[in-house]
């Protein structure tokens, strides 16, 4: 059975911390390939920052492209939203039983995971990766429960964390640079860095 991760974002826009990382788990042999699923706009949480996701999505692909262990994925784009990870996880399941899906998230989520929608039900049935996010980083491979996640103890599939270093790459600070006319290249794959210039986004 293939072993996929889904590694869901915004990628508003996507970086090379974000192919790096996803490449990572797949060298580090935690899965065989990774999906970058791109999530679409809330309509009830509009956001004036974030790009429509048919661009974001046409980023990721071409970040992905010279990564055969990458897929962007556009699999939440036809969910009801708000949608939850269980939902797409459960979906996944039906529309792909050949694979085993695992959850790729950054330590900031796996602080506040207890409080996402049937987050004991994500824990039973799937593995889960945990990369770190800050220089703080409480996460080790013996506890990989930050203090803040009173997870200790949940019957869960397995809990992996990522031995990944933190590199600075920032979508945040990419669209900083560039409302302010500067450039961000050195952040993004050069078909990243083109499309967005040909379309000129994230301008003020």
């Known amino acids: ?103 790729i998230i950054g330590e900031d989520n796996w602080d506040s995971f207890h409080r996402w929608y049937r987050s004991d039900d994500i824990l039973r049935e799937t593995p889960i990766v945990v990369y770190p996010r800050g220089v703080d980083s409480q996460i080790t491979n013996h506890n990989p429960s930050s203090p803040s996640a009173p997870l200790e103890g949940e019957q869960r599939v397995g809990v992996q964390v990522l031995d990944f270093p933190l590199l600075p790459y920032s979508s945040t600070e990419i669209r900083t640079l560039l409302a302010a006319g500067e450039d961000a290249g050195h952040m993004l794959h050069p078909d990243v860095a083109q499309y967005i210039h040909r379309h000129n986004l994230y301008k003020q």
């Not at 590694?7 to 060298?27: D, M, Q, R, W, Y």
């Not at 974030?50 to 970040?63: C, F, G, K, S, V």
Request: charged fraction near 15%; hydrophobic fraction near 40%; aromatic fraction near 12%.
């Open 1 to 103: 059975m293939l072993r996929t991760g889904i590694f869901g974002g915004t990628f508003n826009p996507i970086h090379l911390g974000h192919t790096a990382l996803a490449t990572s788990v797949c060298e580090q042999g935690l899965v065989d390939e990774v999906w970058l699923m791109v999530s679409p706009q809330n309509p009830f949480k509009q956001n004036l920052e974030l790009l429509d996701e048919d661009m974001r999505l046409a980023m990721t692909r071409l970040a992905v492209a010279p990564y055969p262990m990458l897929q962007a994925c556009d699999f939440e784009f036809n969910f009801p939203r708000p949608s939850y990870t269980y939902h797409t996880l459960q979906a996944l399941r039906a529309a792909y039983p050949d694979r085993e899906f695992s959850l």
